[in-house]
């Protein structure tokens, strides 16, 4: 039987989640010191042979460059479980990323599901991420049709809409 986690813990979890959240967001708008500031300097990746292994601030490097010749990209994080034991914490999230590309004048979708196996660490009262391994649960590229746009046009860096919400400052003052 699972038992309800003290404040504290509830506390260091959601911290966790907000950084796991917080990648998603650097990534898709290509912000690169936003997904430094998930890592501990000394963090490590691993993302496949074939894709990327080493420090963790230099997949963000890696990931935002290659995004770079994408039309567009959305990551989101689901079933997060963390566990914590002090300030140590052990997590796994379920990620799903859907990309865009042009190739050859034809429109292709990229789907890629997959999990973040996360191990963080609290230093002087911050939770970073220490070490990175990503599972690949199955990958796809199909070719596809463009609907027409609705609602505000996304911007891959800081132009985007949501850097306006999301502000210090009761009257949206950064």
């Not at 999990?115 to 660490?121: A, E, F, H, I, P």
Request: hydrophobic share 35%.
């Amino acid at each position: 039987m699972i038992g309800i986690p003290d404040p504290a813990t509830l506390a260091d979890k959601q911290a966790i989640r907000d950084l796991l959240y917080t990648y998603c967001r650097a990534v898709d708008r290509l912000d690169v010191p936003l997904g430094h500031s998930i890592w501990h300097e000394d963090g490590y990746a691993d993302y496949g042979a074939g894709y990327y292994q080493g420090p963790g601030r230099g997949v963000i490097d890696t990931i935002c460059e290659h995004h770079l010749g994408l039309l567009s990209h959305s990551h989101q994080i689901t079933n997060i479980l963390i566990e914590v034991d002090g300030i140590d914490a052990g997590s796994e999230a379920y990620v799903s990323g859907t990309m865009r590309m042009e190739r050859d004048g034809k429109l292709f979708q990229i789907g890629v599901w997959g999990r973040y196996l996360d191990r963080w660490q609290k230093r002087e009262g911050r939770w970073g991420l220490l070490h990175r391994v990503v599972v690949f649960d199955h990958q796809e590229v199909r070719e596809t049709t463009d609907m027409p746009a609705h609602g505000l046009p996304a911007s891959r860096d800081r132009k985007d809409p949501s850097y306006q919400i999301l502000v210090k400052g009761p009257r949206g003052e950064t």
